[in-house]
């Protein structure tokens, strides 16, 4: 059996606001460089409570343009995963109406 980890490293300051995530994977292509990163959202499955818990993280530097690009980006992976592990087609095809929803959204605030 193999043991894989993966590593979030993020220095905070003096008032706890993240000012730098760094992570590293077992298997990562760049082998034990930390990589960086200015958000992560990490969700869990408490199996016995039967509901999620989430870490989510960002730095004073992420912008805010980019952070809800991240997370039209991050349920619209969710879909991927509904569809791969589920295979319930209906349901991923909704996430990723919803994800357009939200790109187009985001483009007629960018007009403004």
Known sequence: MKNSQIIFDITLD???IPEKI???????PTGD???ESKAISLSLWDHKEKHSLRIDLWTKEM????MKKFYIESIAGIGDSVLR?????KMAAKIREFCNDLVEFLKKEESK
């Open 85 to 89: 592990s589920t295979n319930d087609e």
């Open 33 to 35: 460089k930390p990589m």
């Open 14 to 16: 003096k008032e706890n």
């Open 22 to 28: 760094q992570w590293t994977a077992t298997d990562s």
């Open 63 to 66: 912008p805010v343009d980019e």
